[in-house]
């Protein structure tokens, strides 16, 4: 099982550390500003510095392809075993039994009508960019830490950048309550928590029970107790199923819903799986995003426009997709996503990953869902679209202007 977890580590510098050719010096230096505590001559110490010299000799090879779109670097990850790096990932997603085969749009008898992004009226022209890293809600670059909530993460990065957009105003949507309170019965990725869970069940949570801001309950990069009452959760006649709740379609609020009366959420959508246009245009007329991603290559990346991921991929990350592009001098389209590695990874937090004009037609196969991307009896493998799978799946939030 992943988790996305990222283990406890001190980083005292913005930027990562040059390769110098000079193998042990390097690893020293990079003791001294990454503030490990390894002790020189320890098991521990030749094991660290063997994995540091040997992402050294990945950055060095990278770099010497001339014609690339980007370039790697060593930083805070750069001492990491595989399975650190594997927890640190994790998206925890889900794959439905009937993933890929079946659509639902759930009909809601709820005030409003939160419209389908996949409706034809709504099909007008896209612009060329989109970025919404100008919000307040993009402005910091969040650090999971320890625990494996980058679900949550990008749950409450993408409520409250969305409600920032259609609200007009600054609160935040606490992810320590979703990692605190939304249940994962169906052991959908992990058990819930830092353990895994799923956006689809965080969205879920957050139309019946709200979500408090984060002063109210502030991330504390543990599991928690929850506080909230749960009672709205078991209101006759309120009940999704499973397969429901993960089945690409459109979820309306009802009346008594306290994301409706506290929020002005109207809903919540899952996009359509491995769909090129729809996902543009949610981005373009809702806000960031929730994608999922296979994020297993990406621990060195420093700049430019990743293009490095395998066609058969098992997503494992999730992350707020925040804006597409094209970048002039590399000649290239890109998606731009915010992470939860912190500030001193990538471009400040943020990757730009290769955005093809076939990504419907460029896909692969997760086949070990249950890794990371599947419930208890779901499929043994699905498939997945688009630069690093980013087209599989995808939620945004429906709130009223």
Known sequence: MVSCRLVALQVAVSVGLESTGQLTPAFDSFIKQFGRSYIEGSLEYEHRRSIYEKRLEEVDAHNEQATRLWTAGVNHLADLTDDELHRLRGWKGVA??????????????????????????RASALPEEISWTHLNATSVNHDQGQCGSCWAT??????????????????????????????????CG?????????????MAYVLKNGLSDNHVT?????????????????HDGDQEDLESIVAPGVHKALKHHKG???????????LPENKYEPLMRALVERGPVAVTVFATPWQLYRNGIFDSCDVDAILDHAVALVGYGHDEQLKANYWM???????????????????RDNEESHCGIDNQPEAGTGCEGGPKKVKVCGTCGILYDNVVAHFSN
């Open 96 to 121: 439905s039994s009937r993933s890929g085969t079946h659509q639902v749009v759930v009909s809601h008898h709820g005030p409003g009508t939160p419209m389908s992004l996949r409706q034809p009226s």
């Open 154 to 187: 990008a749950t409450s990065l993408m409520l409250t950048a969305n409600n920032e957009i259609h609200k007009k105003n600054s609160r935040t949507f606490s992810e320590q309550e979703l990692v605190n309170c939304v249940p994962d019965k169906h052991n």
């Open 190 to 202: 992990g058990t819930g928590g830092c353990d895994g869970n799923t956006v689809e069940l965080a």
């Open 218 to 234: 502030p991330y504390m990069a543990r599991d928690g107790e929850c506080s909230t009452d749960l009672a709205l959760a078991e």
């Open 260 to 270: 409706l009366s506290d929020l002005g959420l109207m809903g919540w959508e899952r």
């Open 337 to 355: 996503i915010q992470n939860s590695w912190g500030q001193m990874w990538g471009e400040q937090g943020r990757i730009r990953i290769l955005r």
